[in-house]
């Protein structure tokens, strides 16, 4: 782990091999792809294979789609994992680190300050106008979001089904949204084996075909040292992972109790890390059911103005877990009533640990397993299964969304027919003129500012 030099072998040699990248001008692009990863997981995606397959050349287009592959496999942010996994091809562990922490740290330290201000001044008029605006156009995104999902992943009758049903599961029967994706999981994983054509649908990301010119990692480049799989290395590394997880949740065991907020949110968020099949989207009904049904961390409103913020910041969507972690902590501050703003920060950063930490492990304990083939990955039938079920429960989370946007005050109150205005007008744009997140949340927010300013 000591060892960052970039070690690639390549066969045969190339005399237009490129030279190999330094830790610190790999540590430079990291940082900067940090502040400027918006547009969720589809734009994250497109800023990388841009910047690392066509213009600086540090991989090849056929060995990104490999690494992408893989990472869909798996649960969490699928675009902070890719980073990961070349960061680990690069420079190995520490490399993979670096690339990883600093594609979600900026966007940790901006969510902080926002939520600081957020829960101090958000009764400013100001400030109270422009989340007036941006709560419908939050709930026209997750709209835009299942159809967008559900038009790649339902592709016969077979995953519709398995959609409708899980919409009905969580919106009739409230079935837990782990319960719904195991389901989904052996449902797929049999449907694979008994009727392929109806869960095995071809991979998504386009054909390796672009050349771009010699790459560093190129298609014949020659796994490195450190990325040949090694039994030993292997358990070394699940033994950190290990405890590094077990470290700091038996400390806050120990400082707070089993039942103490932080220690409930560490253990939550864990869960949730384990969930996240199928984008961001698709784990926060989980986030809801836990966060503001059971444990009362925030608000309904609450929940939907922290996705809002999510949506403006660079970075996975999934940070808007330390959102969540930020008013639980403020709202109930274990450090003292005169210590809020610390207790917010705190759990923030907590939550974001232990959401990610699983994510370092997956890629730093699987890429050598990926890296011994660069055929098309297998068994993809049930993340299939679980795509499709995902679609339903999306829908439910845009139901949920909607209701405590129109009817903020429950059915039994006035019709909100300003909000619901400016909810059309945002699936407007999203769907007829394409427009991107941040354009939509923007006029939104101009949008509800004037409303309310004006008394409507």
Known sequence: MADTSPTVSRQPPSPAAQQPIGMFEAFLFWLKLGFISFGGPAGQISIMHQELVERRRWISEKRFLHALNYCMLLPGPEAQQLATYIG??????????????????????????????????????????????????????????????????????????????????????????????????????????????????????GAANNRFGPALIDDDTLPPEHARFSSGRLLRLLLVGAGLWV???????????????????????????????????????????????????????????????????????????????????????????????????????????????????????????VESTHNEMKFTAPLTGITAAVVGVILNLAMFFGYHVLWPKGFDGAFDWPASVITVTAAFALFRFKRGVIQVLFACALAGLAVHMMGI
């Open 88 to 205: 680990w091809l690069m420079h190995r562990t520490w490399g993979g680190v670096i690339a990883g922490a600093l594609f979600v740290l900026p966007s940790l330290f901006i969510l902080i300050g926002l939520s600081w201000a957020y829960v101090a001044f958000g009764e400013v008029p100001v400030v109270a106008g422009i989340f007036y605006g941006i709560k419908p156009a939050v709930t026209a995104i997750v709209i835009h979001a299942a159809h967008r999902i559900g038009s790649r992943a339902l592709k016969n009758g077979w995953l519709w089904a398995m959609a409708g049903a899980s919409f009905v599961a969580i919106f009739a029967f409230n079935v837990p949204f782990s319960v719904i994706v195991l389901v989904a999981a052996i449902t797929g994983y049999t449907g694979g084996r008994f009727a392929p054509g109806k869960f095995v649908i071809g991979g998504g990301h």
């Open 247 to 369: 470290l700091p949740m038996g400390l806050l065991t120990l400082a707070f109790g089993w039942s103490g907020s932080l220690t409930q949110m560490g253990w939550f968020f864990t869960k949730a890390a384990l969930m996240t099949f199928g984008g961001a989207y698709a784990v926060l009904p989980y986030v809801y059911q836990g966060a503001v049904g059971h444990y009362g961390w925030l608000s309904p409103t609450q929940m939907i103005d922290g996705l809002a913020l999510g949506e403006t910041t660079p970075g996975p969507l999934i940070m808007v877990v330390a959102f969540v972690g930020f008013v639980g902590g403020y709202l109930h501050p274990m450090f003292g009533a005169e210590h809020p703003l610390l207790a917010g920060a705190v759990a923030a950063s907590l939550v974001t640990w232990f959401t990610f930490l699983p994510s370092f492990i997956f890629i730093l304990a699987g890429g050598p397993l």
